[in-house]
């Protein structure tokens, strides 16, 4: 196999390679993982406002089992973060299938729909909050104007307030979703769409069966960004709900910050964001086993 | 070329290697008082400070949570300010077990506190016998302001306990305004119903809560019926006070489009600003009782431990010049809280100033606001679950009463 040929190298010559890769490696190491130990230490003690030493089993994650509003902040992350990512990358396609049709002013409205990327989470949350206010936005407009049974009330009703930080937030990604599949459209073989049309497809399912079997790549990585937004979602509700009405837009990563400093409670803090590790890598891990698995088929 | 370089290069080593040394008497002061009234008290405690000879350095950070992080995280950190504000009671606990402030006991002795401070507010900075806090103001919590036009175009009477009061409440109602101007914020639910609990239960029964933490008593029939009063004033606020700002709610009643709020004494500083006079604008009382429990908070600062020596003589004087008579009153008219000191003139403080200062020379009247009485960690839980009771309306009475007995019955 020639790849294998390629491959042999000298020994001498890998250690410049590995030494520069090492302070990135102790960074890691101290960083990351020295970090992560003491928190999972620190979750097992009694720590209040600062850390101590004083050992308590599992006290604090039985408290985190019932508190009420962690399992607020659980269920809310989850229904947030599958209908933020299907939202995300469903309006993210269609915008770019939209921009590829040689449309004149296509470099204009690339930059018009990627710009709300641009702006920070608070920025977007306050100015959606004050949109979506009942006595200050859309609905007081809507009043103005003359109808005056109009309701969008969503942001001060508790069972309807996390689709307006769904909304929030598909505003603020849909933008980088939508450059990262112009990329990959660009990529695709203008013979492809020759060939299409020669079988006699139409052009929706060109795209649906063709073409976004070829982007698989493509929605991996907008995903993956996105995923990470979900499980750091923070400053968006802070900005727009504050958690609020009550605790019905409570979300995890809130829920260890506002613990760790104002409610002066370390230790249920650090257990929160233990149980957040440990959810995360459940998922992750069996995702890496199904990647290595398929890519030991593949040689 | 060599001679300018090494030139350029000793000077930058001169300039790094100079020690950053202090002004004489230089404070920097972390507070979170950045509202239009607060900025105008705070600004009183500068401008004595730098007449007796300091130099204030103000450190405002708006939001009194991210002022304390902020503070803890520089004393953590190394780099500690002069002074710091707190609230008056369990907020700063943990930073007096590690060690990191300053003993205040010669203040407490020169200044003679047992004499001019309430029992409560000297025992909510003391840790084993020892001062580490000065308190510099006592702010009531439980207030109740009300907007003399909007009452009068309702016809409603002033409000005097927790029964009448929704007698005004219908009446505003029926009139088209806003009956009761809310911030739907966490604290500010928290706060309604600290108002609820002292007016209605009592000052023995707020004080059975949060510091004796009695089970039984919450689940005997006089909470429940302070839960139910909470959960019905629910029933009069308007659709915008989810996440809605205290000053916000204080707006409306100002602009007469809500007949009352329910807020501490903080709220006069906006009445203030907007030119309005107590009893001829807007109405204030405390509901309850002839002599009303009258929740004592308030600020205080701790001076964090300084490696410099020179500092722990700025922070006495900065110490002195907080609780100096002139001082206190001149920030006093400011601020819409009550000097900490008992034994000044208040006759130049605006009505309900005046009020407090009255009401609270009978001791049964000084009851501790639950800064004093719970730390950060149960007060968070509690407030949680007020807020749950408050938004929810599926959950019950008696849910919220067993959530709440099983949380005071934790460790914390």
Known sequence: MPMAGIRKQRIGSRIPAQLALLPAVLVALVVYVGATTWTVWISMTSSRMLPNSVFVGLRQYESLAENDRWSASVSNIVLFGVLFLAAALIV?????????????????LRSVFLYPFSMSFIVTGLAWRWLLDP???????????????????WMVRPERVIYTLVLAAVWHASGLVMAIMLAGLRGVDPEIWKAAKIDGLPVWRTYISVIMPMLTGSFATA?????????????????????????????????VMDHLFERGNVGMATAAATSMLVTVAAVIAPWLYWQNHRKGAAT | MIRSTTAGLCLSALLLA?????????????????????????????????????????????????????????????????????????????????????????VEKQQNWAKIMP?????????DGHAYAVPVNIHGQNWLFTSNAALAKAGAAMPTNFTDIFVALDKLKAAGVVPLAFSGQKTWERGLFNTVLAGQGGGDMFVSFWGKRDVAMVKGPAFRAVADTFRKLHGYIDAGAPGRNWNDATALVI????????????????FSAAGQTPDKDYG?????????????????????????????????????????PATQIAFAQKKGSIPVRLDLDTSSLDACARKASAWLANPKTQVPANELLSPPALTGAIEDLVSQFWNDPSMTTDTFI???????????
Not at chain 2, 402 to 408: F, G, N
């Open chain 1, 92 to 108: 993210g396609f269609v915008l770019a299938v939209l921009i590829d049709q040689q449309v004149r002013a296509e470099s204009l």
């Open chain 1, 135 to 153: 006595t200050l936005g859309i609905e007081k407009l809507l009043h103005d104007i003359g109808f005056a049974g109009a309701h969008f009330d």
């Open chain 1, 223 to 255: 995903g993956v960004l996105l995923a990470t937004s979900v499980v750091r979602l923070y400053d968006l509700v802070v900005a727009m709900s504050n958690g609020g009405p009550g605790i019905s837009s409570e979300v995890p990563a809130k829920f």
């Open chain 2, 18 to 106: 100079a020690p950053q040394a202090r002004a004489q008497q230089k404070a920097e002061v972390m507070h979170w008082w950045t509202s239009a009234g607060e900025s105008a008290a705070v600004r009183v405690f500068a401008d004595q400070f730098n007449k007796a000879g300091g130099q204030w350095v103000d450190m405002a950070i708006a939001g009194g949570a991210n002022a304390r992080t902020a503070a803890i995280n520089a004393m953590v950190g190394g780099t500690p300010p002069t002074a710091s504000q707190f609230n008056t009671g369990k907020q700063f606990d943990d930073l007096v077990e590690n060690n990191l402030l300053v003993n205040l006991d010669s």
């Open chain 2, 119 to 127: 029992p409560a507010i000297i025992d909510a900075v003391t840790r």
């Open chain 2, 255 to 270: 602009q007469g489009k809500a007949g009352m709020q329910v807020m501490g004494d903080w709220a006069k500083g906006e």
């Open chain 2, 284 to 324: 204030c009382t405390v509901l309850g009782a002839a002599s009303p429990a009258y929740l004592m908070g308030g600020d205080v600062f701790v001076f964090p431990k300084q490696k410099d020596a020179a500092q722990t003589k700025t922070q006495m004087l900065l110490a002195s010049v907080l609780l100096d």
């Open chain 2, 402 to 412: 067993a959530r709440v007995s099983s949380t005071l019955a934790q460790t914390f």
